[in-house]
């Protein structure tokens, strides 16, 4: 199976901030992951797929980029809305794997 | 509007069954892959299944081979988990979802204990 690395698992930061969020898949899985946003009792919600287009009626301000083995999600001035736990997924091979998520707090 | 509805959750001893359902409306059901994804209270998100648009191809997390059992029926826009043998680590929110993409359904929880 392959492994999704999520770093850091948490972490807490202002509004405005940059947020960076890494993945590290532990093989090569070319560009088929996906970002997905995760709020308290409620579904995922997708924001990235194929590494760093952008779904469909998500903020630009949300972006993912990486290929290979190496992945980023980038919020480049975090808001309020976007307090919540993120996870990468790879699509490349079966079992699908998640991230073991990365919290965003409010510092 | 796109949508999917799941239900079927439910308190079930070790051992028991349980099958879930989830509506699709809003959109060709027939033509997506669909999947099911769960996640235990204060866990992760741990993917379970897939089925392709046929129901001809179906995946699974070697956790649950052999005890679940995914189908769909495209007439009825509608997607199955049979869950059998449940173990008390299967108690999870279990999400569908089309293609792993958007929509979501909302979440039917399965609790196993006895």
């Known amino acids: 199976d392959i492994q999704m690395t999520q770093s850091p698992s948490s972490l807490s930061a202002s509004v405005g901030d940059r947020v960076i969020i890494n993945c590290r898949a532990s093989q090569g899985i070319r560009n088929d992951v996906g970002w997905y946003q995760q709020k308290p009792g409620k579904a995922p919600k997708r924001l990235i797929y194929a590494a760093s287009s952008l779904q469909s009626g998500v903020p630009s301000r949300f972006s993912g980029s990486g290929s290979g083995t190496e992945f980023t999600l980038t919020i480049s001035s975090l808001q309020p809305e976007d307090f919540a736990t993120y996870y990468c997924?790879?699509?490349?091979?079966?079992?699908?794997?998640f991230g073991q998520g990365t919290k965003v707090e409010i510092k | 509007e796109v949508q999917l509805v799941g239900s079927g959750g439910g308190l079930v001893q070790p051992g028991g069954s349980l099958r879930l359902s989830c509506g699709a409306s809003?959109?060709?059901?027939?033509?997506?892959?669909m999947d099911w994804v769960r996640q235990a209270p204060g866990k992760g998100l741990e993917w379970v299944a897939n089925i392709n648009q046929d129901g001809s191809e179906k995946y699974y997390v070697d956790s649950v081979k052999g005890r679940f059992t995914i189908s769909r029926d495209n007439a009825k826009n509608s997607l199955y988990l049979q869950m059998n043998s449940l173990r008390v680590e299967d108690s999870a929110v279990y999400y569908c979802?089309?293609?792993?993409?958007?929509?979501w359904g909302q979440g039917t929880m399965v609790t196993v204990s006895s």
């Open positions: 809003g959109f060709t059901f027939s033509s997506f892959w």
């Open positions: 979802s089309r293609e792993l993409g958007t929509p």
């Open positions: 997924l790879q699509y490349n091979s079966y079992p699908r794997t």
